[in-house]
């Protein structure tokens, strides 16, 4: 038939995912703010790994990049400030078959999250993590977050934040269990995507911090990181993000990176300037908390009914 040899077959996919399958409403952040960037790389992974939209999961917690599941065409949770995590690993711990995306920002997960945080860490439960970091509290309208810069004008610092600023990698670097931490920056869209990426394929949670302009409140704050690649080095070797020729020649610095050895990643995580991008660290081999919540999922009601019974007959007296 069509006189193409008996041999030869086409694998026609009974459903075909376009980007717009992904685009949930139009994004309200302001012009030329960085979570556009990350909503369109998110939309695009969504598109090349043909996830499901019914199977794909969007959670956040409060702030200006928890909007983020408003504007995907998936399932979407838009939580309690601070709370993403707790409602993902849920999500998580009954759905394993679902793939979640979570968003979440620098007041959102390391300020009243905090504690969400270090624990999600070591449940390594399958997601991906996205720290939208600006620096400030966007959707509040500026307010010093634990990400600021010393000396950074807020209007809840006015005469400029006194504290050295967190790190998110070195922090969650710190805590038992991790298993993926990466670092990239809004503005390289290809390197964004190819983290991005890393992080979705890695089974366990990915966590990955991305610099997020916000030219509203904190326009200055990445502005030498922008204009001058020399101020980032290219994390290289081993099992990174995989990224095109041009895009890698697009960064002046490499730097090659083992990116099993934990140690090292610490080290480069703590480093500023420059400013290390690519994967930190990768361990597929820490235990995921799902598949310890997964079992039983599947019995019956009557089959938890007699479990229960017999629990409970343990403390007949
Ligand atoms: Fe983006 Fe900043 Fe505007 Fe919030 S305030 S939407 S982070 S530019």
Redesign the pocket.
Known sequence: MFGLKDDWEFDIPERYFTLEDYEGGTAR??PG?G?LAVLTAVQRICRDEQLPPEKTVCVSGIG?SSRFPHYMRTYGFHGLHGRALPVACGIKSRRPELKIFVATGDGDCCSIGAGHWVHAIRYNMDMVVMLFD?AVY??TKNQTSPTSPCGLKTNTHPSGSWLPPLNPCTTTLGIANVSFVAQTVDWNPAHLYAVLKAAYRHRGLSFVRIMQR????TPDVFTELQNDPAKLVLLTGGDNAELDAATARSFPNKRAHDTRDLDAARHVAAQQTPLPVGVLYRNPDCPCYEDYTAVGLGMSVADKMKGLDRELDKFAV
């Open positions: 952040w302001c703010c979570d200006c600006n966007g959707l916000c030219p509203t409140y």
